[in-house]
């Protein structure tokens, strides 16, 4: 019994590219994340102020689980701040990246 070989291609390139403009209502779309995002930030400032002053109040009460709330809280706020403000450029990255496989 032999065994034929097809030669078929693996994968199908629709030849799609992001292109500005396409759809209405971009701009929008646009000025509507970007308040989102300005509304992440100013909200994570609160976090950020609010855990810091549960760490200050912790350590100086002697509340050891209160101090350890304030630093995590502190923590998990400064990475917060550090997604929401790389966002942009994190996806224009993976974007790029994603463009060079063939």
């Given at each position: ?100 496989v063939h």
């Open positions: 019994m032999s065994v034929t070989h097809h030669s078929a291609p693996l994968a199908f390139d629709p030849g799609i590219t992001p292109q500005d403009g396409g759809l209405p209502g971009l701009s929008v779309l646009t000025t509507v994340v970007s308040s989102i995002n300005l509304f992440a930030i100013i909200a994570v400032v609160g976090a950020l102020a609010i855990s810091l002053g549960v760490w200050a109040w912790g350590h100086h009460t002697g509340g050891h689980q209160a101090e350890a709330n304030g630093k995590k809280g502190a923590v998990v706020a400064a990475g917060a701040a550090l997604g929401l403000g790389a966002a942009n450029g994190v996806v224009a990255f993976f974007s790029t990246l994603g463009s060079q």
